[in-house]
Every structure is written in structure tokens, then in C-alpha cells.
């Protein structure tokens, strides 16, 4: 089964903190994605990437960065963390194959409080 | 207008029913399409695949229509457990991979 693995499942961090989110896919998988998800709407993706050291800005990158150094692992970053930032990430992966229809599978999420 | 859109729901229906949901996508070019189940305060899941036949497992049948360009999900005999947000996925695979999610239709069972 594909595993992608986000270390972080609930944290509580304070405006102006610097907040890393890890995510880490043991499929091989070429493209990794961090959406948040807030209610009402729906998932908004945040950076995707589709190679190591390779990233492209989705729907809402301001706020945040990330960093993709080795193929399993890509690192969301909140610089300055602030309250409108409070909300659950997910980290997702998909092969780029499309024979397997570009299937994409998520982490368990992370809850970011900022207070 | 949105590129995927979903009635958000909620659906409300009593056990044993049948239930059906559609979503539509606005470009022509989408390639590949899936239905995802999200419980509450959880990741979303792979419930299947759409394919251009159509497809079944067990009591989920999807189907696609590419003249209209929608998706459906029938869901028969609902069970309790069935209750979750059903999420629409379609694939353009442009250059690089974009992958749109539809914001949902809520399903509640009843007993």
C-alpha cells in the first residue's frame, strides 16, 4: 500500500513562529502536493512539485514556501506563521504514469493551530 | 465558474436507499476522473476510478459522460457507514499534473 507519512499531526504554534510540516512517500512517486482544507472551501493547493528541487505555486502559495531535496520528502514551510494560517494541511503523492491514471494519495493531515 | 463543481449536499437519506450525485467539469481536455470519500476531520480516500465505460464495485457504480462532461456516483442500498463527503477528482494532465478537486457533496444515512 502506498504510504505517505506527514510527522506532524497536531501542533500549536504562536504568530510570527517559523512552522515546518514534513511529508515523507515511500512510493516513488514524482509529484508531491501540500493542500490545506478549510470548511466551506474545500481543498486549495498550496505548491506542488513534480521533481526533486523542481516546485510550482498552486491556488494560494503566499505565506509559504517549500523545499523538495530528495524525492520522498517534501517540506512545507510557514515563514511567519499567522492566525488566518490556522487550518488542517495534507500532504498528498501521485505517480506521473498515466496507465495508473495519475491516482493521488494523501497523508493523514496535519492541524495547525496559530494563537 | 468553477473547473469542478459539486451540489455540496446534504444529502439525507434513510438506509437502503439509493443515491446519486453528479459533478461537472468545465475542461473538454480532462483525461482521467475519480471518486474520493472523505470522513470527518480525515484524509480523503480513493473510493475508484471513472472509466469511460463505466465501472462498478459493489454497490458503487460510476459513471462518465464526456458529451455533457459530467461524473456520476450511484450509490445503492446505502448503508450507515456510507455517510462521509464524497469528493469529485478530475485530471487534465497538463504539463505539469493538475489535479482539481471539487469542493464535495455531504451524504448523511439515517436509520
Known amino acids: 500500500d502506498v504510504k505517505v507519512t506527514q510527522s506532524s499531526r497536531y501542533l500549536v504554534k504562536r504568530t510570527g513562529e517559523k512552522v515546518f510540516l514534513e511529508c515523507v512517500q515511500d512510493?516513488?512517486?514524482?509529484?508531491m502536493f501540500w493542500y490545506r482544507q478549510d470548511p466551506g472551501l474545500g481543498l486549495r493547493l498550496i505548491y506542488f512539485?513534480?521533481?526533486?528541487?523542481?516546485?510550482e505555486k498552486g491556488d494560494i502559495p503566499e505565506g509559504y514556501s517549500v523545499s523538495r531535496e530528495k524525492k520522498e520528502r517534501f517540506s512545507l514551510i510557514l515563514e511567519s506563521a499567522s492566525t488566518n494560517q490556522t487550518s488542517m494541511y495534507l500532504c498528498?503523492?501521485?505517480?506521473?504514469?498515466?496507465?495508473?491514471?495519475?491516482?493521488?494519495?494523501f497523508g493523514e493531515g496535519s492541524w495547525l493551530t496559530v494563537v | 465558474r468553477k473547473e469542478v463543481e459539486q451540489d455540496p449536499g446534504p444529502f439525507n437519506v434513510p438506509e437502503g436507499a439509493t443515491v446519486a450525485f453528479n459533478c461537472t467539469y468545465s475542461?473538454?481536455?480532462?483525461?482521467?476522473f475519480f471518486w474520493y470519500r472523505q470522513d470527518c476531520r480525515k484524509e480523503p480516500k480513493l473510493l475508484m476510478s471513472?472509466?469511460?465505460s463505466g465501472n462498478e464495485d459493489g454497490r458503487f457504480t460510476a459513471q462518465l459522460n464526456r458529451a455533457s462532461q459530467y461524473i456520476s456516483l450511484l450509490i445503492r442500498d446505502s448503508k450507515l457507514s456510507d455517510s462521509a463527503t464524497y469528493l469529485c477528482?478530475?485530471?487534465?494532465?497538463?504539463?505539469?499534473?493538475?489535479?482539481?478537486f471539487g469542493s464535495g457533496t455531504r451524504l448523511s444515512i439515517r436509520p
Open positions: 498528498a503523492s501521485s505517480p506521473t504514469d498515466r496507465d495508473s491514471g495519475n491516482t493521488i494519495y
Open positions: 477528482v478530475v485530471n487534465t494532465y497538463s504539463s505539469a499534473s493538475k489535479i482539481i
Open positions: 471513472v472509466y469511460s
Open positions: 475542461n473538454s481536455a480532462s483525461q482521467s
Open positions: 512510493m516513488d512517486h514524482e509529484n
Open positions: 512539485s513534480y521533481d526533486v528541487k523542481m516546485k
